[in-house]
Nanobody, 120 residues
């Protein structure tokens, strides 16, 4: 059973930095993409940043220039370096991985979430 284990959340002052990590384990075969979403109360989960199999990255506009997503392919791990954090970045951050099945379908896996709180 595939598991995504996240770490690195916490409380930081505005302008500070945090780095999130997420490692996939347990039957990982072929990863299409890994990335991060975030969610605040009463809001839908939104994409923050994702990196595809070929290394292509995609960011939501509000984090461009401040956040960097990267992957360690050998460790099935994705990172999110968050700099110049703002109070509006406060949310629960979820790791996501889209994986190929042997039949060519894809399955989404999610981590348990890690809370990031930014004080003003």
């Amino acid at each position: 059973q595939v598991q995504l284990v996240e770490s690195g959340g916490g409380l930081v002052q505005a302008g500070g930095s945090l780095k999130l990590s997420c490692q996939a384990s347990g039957g990982v075969v072929s990863i299409k993409s890994m990335g991060w979403y975030r969610q605040t109360p009463n809001e839908q989960r939104e994409l923050v940043a994702v990196v595809g199999r070929g290394g292509a990255t995609n960011y939501t506009d509000s984090v461009k220039g401040r956040f960097t997503v990267s992957r360690d392919y050998g460790k099935n791990t994705v990172y999110l370096q968050m700099n110049d954090l703002k109070p509006e970045d406060t949310a629960v951050y979820y790791c996501n991985s889209v994986m190929w099945t042997p039949t060519g379908r894809t399955i989404d896996y999610w981590g348990q979430g890690t809370r990031v709180s930014v004080s003003s």
